[in-house]
């Protein structure tokens, strides 16, 4: 398998989700985006419009954000008026977080409905779901994926990046044992070097939530990349 | 100075606002809740309207959750929109999350606003303003007190428990040299034991938000309290 630089570009949400991100590190970011040409550039719901302005015109990068993000235990309609509101601020891909507590409480009927609406929102863009795999034993990461299948999502997602684990290899593997080819994966929380990526790439995942540093440095190691089973021109 | 048992009680704002908690662990939370009286228990909002049944009848005890909780960074419409449907579902104080970026920011007057229009909603019930102090310099710790004393609300308060740092003894002086007596403190994150709790109270802190495994050994200290400038009876 071959990859170019821009192949592994494509392949990344790069990200700032973080609170204490200010208008200037926004500005940085954009900046680094469009240079990089990632395929996705993630920001809090509070500056989507925002970075909508300082990409306009660049329509191949994806602009994301997180929905009931990154505890996941909002009301849904909290979680519909935030998506609604984030595709109207020029969001381009919503990714929503799991109820983790109604998860581990067993209402699957609840987890899957909550998903199923926010796709109705989503619509034709890609809805991902955030099952914060920290919290979850294999068998809630079973039913998690359930629930995403069912709800009609695109993608189930490792992690937020705001706990301990996340984009582990086993994790990606067993992701996959469940899921087969009914929704892609998004590997996140802990992707940070190219030979990384291309592990979990190799394990099944398609995208790669990766914070903004981390995903410069991944870029840079295209440069010079690392010697794996797949090749980076 | 003297307190006694329920004194302290009445002072803490309990928590369980993870996002792992599941409906077991909720109704655990809610007897302890019951037996130590405290005066707040506070849970995600999801929870809210299940530890309103749980806790029906307890007049005293006051529901809390938080708004836009952890990071702060939602659009205003989506906290406002959470605020009253959190009040619907029998919350009676509401801790907000401030927009840690729009501060950062120095977007004072729509961190104003927003605080302003939370308080619109809460009305007579106590809003509290959580500043994140773990990523705001002094600087913007004055500046983000300044936008709670305007925009009407009843407490500044330290920290999610999320972060790091949040009330330590330079935190809340220093909180107490800006607001004075314009607004109450609450001390949270990092508020364990009762010395460290007393301590916290003669430096001017008035509510205290501990989570529900601290807040039960603090009630247990008082039974043996330790060694301070005032007593517990």
Same mark, same amino acid.
């Given at each position: 398998?071959?990859?170019?630089?821009?192949?592994?570009?494509?392949?990344?949400?790069? /990200?700032?989700?973080?609170? @204490?991100?200010?208008?200037?590190?926004?500005?940085?970011?954009?900046?680094?985006? +469009?240079?990089?040409?990632?395929?996705?550039?993630?920001?809090?719901?509070?500056?989507? =419009? @925002?970075?909508?302005?300082?990409?306009?015109?660049?329509?191949?990068?994806?602009?994301?954000?997180?929905?009931?993000?990154?505890?996941?235990n909002n009301r849904? *309609?909290? +979680?519909?008026?935030?998506?609604?509101? =984030?595709? =109207? #601020?020029?969001a381009r891909e919503? #990714?929503?977080?799991?109820?983790?507590?109604?998860? &581990?409480?067993?209402?699957?009927?609840?987890?899957? #409905?909550?998903?199923?609406?926010?796709?109705?929102?989503?619509? #034709?863009?890609?809805?991902?779901?955030?099952?914060?795999?920290?919290? &979850? /034993?294999?068998?809630?990461?079973?039913?998690?994926?359930?629930?995403?299948?069912? $709800?009609?999502?695109?993608?189930?997602k490792t992690a937020?990046?705001?706990?301990?684990?996340?984009?582990?290899? *086993?994790?990606?593997?067993?992701?996959?044992?469940?899921?087969?080819?009914?929704?892609?994966? +998004? =590997?996140?929380?802990?992707?940070?070097?190219?030979? $990384? &990526?291309?592990?979990?790439? +190799?394990?099944?995942?398609?995208?790669?939530?990766?914070?903004?540093?981390?995903?410069?440095?991944?870029?840079?190691?295209?440069?010079?990349?690392?010697?794996? $089973?797949?090749?980076?021109?």
């Amino acid at each position: 398998m071959e990859f170019n630089r821009h192949d592994i570009a494509r392949m990344i949400d790069s /990200s700032i989700v973080r609170p @204490e991100v200010d208008r200037a590190e926004l500005e940085r970011f954009a900046q680094s985006v +469009k240079e990089y040409r990632y395929i996705g550039a993630h920001v809090l719901p509070y500056f989507v =419009a @925002e970075l909508n302005e300082l990409l306009s015109g660049d329509e191949d990068i994806l602009i994301g954000t997180g929905i009931g993000f990154p505890f996941g235990n909002n009301r849904t *309609e909290v +979680k519909t008026l935030e998506a609604r509101r =984030a595709l =109207a #601020d020029g969001a381009r891909e919503l #990714d929503m977080v799991i109820n983790v507590s109604a998860l &581990l409480s067993r209402r699957l009927g609840y987890v899957t #409905d909550e998903i199923k609406a926010l796709k109705d929102i989503a619509g #034709d863009r890609v809805l991902k779901v955030i099952l914060e795999v920290h919290w &979850l /034993s294999d068998d809630d990461i079973k039913r998690g994926c359930q629930c995403v299948i069912q $709800g009609g999502a695109d993608f189930v997602k490792t992690a937020t990046g705001h706990t301990p684990t996340g984009a582990t290899p *086993e994790n990606i593997a067993l992701l996959k044992s469940i899921v087969g080819d009914e929704v892609k994966i +998004k =590997a996140s929380g802990g992707v940070r070097s190219l030979a $990384g &990526l291309l592990e979990l790439y +190799k394990l099944g995942a398609r995208r790669f939530g990766v914070g903004a540093a981390s995903a410069v440095s991944i870029m840079q190691e295209c440069d010079a990349p690392p010697e794996t $089973g797949m090749e980076v021109r």
